[in-house]
């Protein structure tokens, strides 16, 4: 059963093979085998979830109409707010936080019959990019454990590479769903900016945050966007245009595709195996009919660091919040109202968070803001106009998702600017707020999956999914699994 796909265990559903019962047993039995190494969730309620197959299935039985994922376990990362149910974004400074409402992405996903299976470890507050940063411990890497996941949703990517989940939801602020994707050898889509509500998402980085799906192929991942997107006028970002039925049409070939290369996406610091993978698959485009072009995005190579400006100066803002007073932990030491707060906030968050919140309010600081951030917003604004030039000659840039494939835990830990490193082609998709896709496209010779990036124009999902299933199809990358 936990080889299934979510495409697979609904038409087993309707057919009468399996129960959403039997399914939520068969994913929990799979969960309590693997957890104690790969760590993916930080909390799994079993009586929980079996009520709520339960009720899927007294759905059935009554006829009622049902969702697009009835009966379907979705894992999902534990920065989402669900009701009632703890949400620490991996922080300690929310150990205790227990939301009043659910995030808009877990309503859609309630009202479409799904099975929430567990909240997934992170990086604390999205920030990272191995889950290393999670305050409640690494996650591991399912094709091998001494490896990281990726991060900063790695524990949504091992899940479902892991087969705890067969869909999961993450975030993607500049790389966290892509990256971890690409480390865990599954399909990971960061939608257009406003394609996806972020009510109910805590914040990192509100200009770049994106909610998208986990799965282990194009079409599931189509299937889940499908159920979490759409307007919510409770996100004023949240943009109000229907919601393709991706499923529909992901099995369409794109006829007389072009491919945008661009240069900068093969330089230096690309290890030789990823590029070797990610050629062979654009070979394989060629052979199907799809013409190469050259592009150039001459303005990537100062993406990374605009980056590093704009994510922490926002996530400065938005973490301000978190005092001890108006959220989060409060320290128990005896201090004044101002102590309080410094206390509560050395106590609570993690070095990584400390070191952007420096470095965000630095950026920000009258003297400095036109030095930093409203530099980093000018090469923002033309990391955008290098995509809408190249799009003018092809319909999908492509290149590696990542410069490597995953690194052994604490291989990059002490040094930030090398983890930083690790987005150096992720980030420009989201300061351009355009959707991103990985997806498998081969392993190294030690056995560690490689991802293939797609990055298409605002709103085009529906066409990055079928340009992906066509690779899809004619490969079987997605079909290995790692050896438990
Ligand atoms: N790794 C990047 C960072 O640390 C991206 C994280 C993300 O997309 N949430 O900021």
Known sequence: MIEKTATELLAMQAAGQASAAEIAEAFLASIRQREPQLQAFLHVDEAAVRSRAAQVDAKRAAGQP???????????KDVLCTKGVRTTAGSRILENFVPPYHAHAIERLLAEDAVLIGKTNMDEFAMGSSTENSAYGATRNPWNPECIPGGSSGGSAAAVAGRESPLAVGTDTGGSIRQPAALCGIVGMKPTYGRVS????????????????????????????????????????????????????????????????????????????VEAAVRAALKEYEKQGAKLVDVSLPHSPYALAAYYIVAPAEASSNLARF????????TKQKA?????YSKSRAEGFGKEVQRRIMIGTYVLSSGYKDAYYVKALQVRRLVKQDFDIAFEACDVVMGPTTPTAAFPIGAKSDDPLAMYLSDVYTVSCNLAGLPGLSLPCGFTRAGLPIGLQLLGP???????????????????????RPAF
């Not at 049902?66 to 999902?76: D, H, I």
């Not at 005092?323 to 409060?330: A, I, L």
């Not at 004044?336 to 309080?340: E, F, G, P, Y």
């Open 66 to 76: 049902l969702g697009k994922l009835a009966g379907v376990p979705v894992a999902v």
């Open 323 to 330: 005092d001890g007073m108006h959220y989060g932990h409060r």
């Open 458 to 480: 605002a709103f085009e999902e529906e066409k990055l999914f079928r340009i992906a299933r066509m690779y899809e199809a004619a490969t079987d990358w997605h079909m290995k």
């Open 336 to 340: 004044d109202l101002i102590a309080t």
């Open 198 to 273: 972020r009510y109910g998402l805590i914040a990192f980085a509100s200009s770049l945050d994106q909610v998208g799906p986990f799965a282990r192929t194009v079409e599931d991942a189509a299937l889940l966007l499908e159920a979490i997107a759409g307007h919510d006028p409770r996100d004023s970002t949240s943009v109000n245009r229907p919601v393709p039925a991706y499923t529909q049409t992901v099995n369409q070939p794109v006829d007389g595709l072009r491919i945008g290369v661009p240069k900068e996406f093969f330089g230096e610091g690309l290890d030789a195996e």
